[in-house]
């Protein structure tokens, strides 16, 4: 995927990096590519990587199969709220 106009070069790299074990993943597991989610992981993954975004935990989840560590610097900040968590 090509740089987005507001992301650094450093941010670009991060999210391709990403966004190839997506790809992978899903093909591996898929046997295709689901075009939707990537664009949709592609945008979670900046937003609570660079921006520190909140999102329901659950879809937190779903990020941190490919990147273990997203998330965890901002998550403790949030007390106990079990639903959200902050990047």
């Not at 991060?14 to 190839?20: D, K, P, S």
């Not at 591996?28 to 329901?56: M, P």
């Not at 779903?62 to 959200?84: F, I, V």
């Amino acid at each position: 995927m090509a740089r987005m106009q507001w992301e650094s070069e450093l941010q670009c790299l991060h999210r391709q990096r990403f966004l190839r074990k997506v790809l992978e993943d899903h093909e591996k597991r898929l046997g295709q590519v689901d075009l939707e989610e990537l664009e949709l992981f592609s945008a979670l993954y900046f937003n609570v990587k660079f921006l520190q975004c909140t999102y329901d935990g659950h879809l937190l989840e779903r990020l941190r199969a490919y990147e273990p560590e997203l998330g965890t610097s901002h998550s403790k900040q949030n007390g106990d709220k079990e639903d959200m968590v902050v990047s």
